[in-house]
Nanobody
Framework: QVHLVESGGGSVQAGGSLRLSCAVS????????MGWFRQAPGKEREGVAW???????TYTDSVKGRFTISKDNAENTLYLLMNSLKPEDTAMYYC?????????????????????WGQGTQVTVSS
């Protein structure tokens, strides 16, 4: 069982920055794939960034060059640094975890393939 708790959300103006954190506890495998997802009102949950157990990362096109996913294994924490925020980034942000041995089973994988989820943290970007 993996337990995830997000924090760091808030309200910022366009162009601003936020850093989201996801504290990880419980049993984690050496082959964990983790991701950040977001869901805006009336829209489906979408993937934002993914990171493998080895630290390889990928991003959805709309956030490339602005967002950075990283993890601190010693602190058991996943991060999402968000720069140059836009109003369209407004959403509830979730971290998620699953087992994925291969990079191809991690990168760009859909929300439904993840087993463990946090409760979410709200990000609101005003213009």
């Amino acid at each position: 069982q993996v337990h995830l708790v997000e924090s760091g959300g808030g309200s910022v103006q366009a162009g601003g920055s936020l850093r989201l954190s996801c504290a990880v506890s419980g049993y984690t495998r050496g082959s964990d794939c983790m991701g950040w997802f977001r869901q805006a009102p009336g829209k489906e949950r979408e993937g934002v960034a993914w990171i493998t157990s080895g630290g390889m990362t990928t991003y959805t096109d709309s956030v490339k060059g602005r967002f950075t996913i990283s993890k601190d294994n010693a602190e058991n924490t996943l991060y999402l640094l968000m720069n140059s925020l836009k109003p369209e980034d407004t959403a509830m942000y979730y971290c998620a975890d699953k087992s994925a041995v291969y990079v191809g089973a991690c990168f760009l994988s859909a929300p439904r393939s993840f087993n463990y989820w946090g409760q979410g943290t709200q990000v609101t970007v005003s213009s």
